[in-house]
């Protein structure tokens, strides 16, 4: 089951990032995180910048409403995501399943 806090501004989402994968793509729940593949390294923020793509695109949102709250240099992140509510989050996940 996905670590999902719900906020008075949305939701913290827990991730685990895998950059330098073959490509961009949500692999699925580990560990109580979800777990996302991209493409690019993790140099200079890239791979935060490809996450936060990935997601947006996803969730069908902007992605100004992705912000990384912790573990912005490490695999493991809390992303708030702002104007969405677990149940849409949920919805959206499941449809990419």
Known sequence: MLD???TNSG????????????KNRIIG???GRLKL??????EKGKANKAVIELLADTLRIH???IHIISGETSRD???LIEG??????????????
Not at 11 to 22: D, H, K, M, N
Not at 37 to 42: E, F, G, L, Q, R
């Open 4 to 6: 999902i806090v719900t």
């Open 11 to 22: 939701v913290i989402l827990s991730i685990r990032t895998q950059p330098g994968s073959s």
């Open 29 to 31: 729940e580990y560990g």
């Open 37 to 42: 593949a991209v493409t690019a390294s993790p």
């Open 63 to 65: 992605e100004s409403s």
């Open 77 to 79: 992140k809390r992303l």
């Open 84 to 97: 969405l509510v677990l149940q849409d989050l949920k919805s959206l996940l499941n449809q990419q399943a």
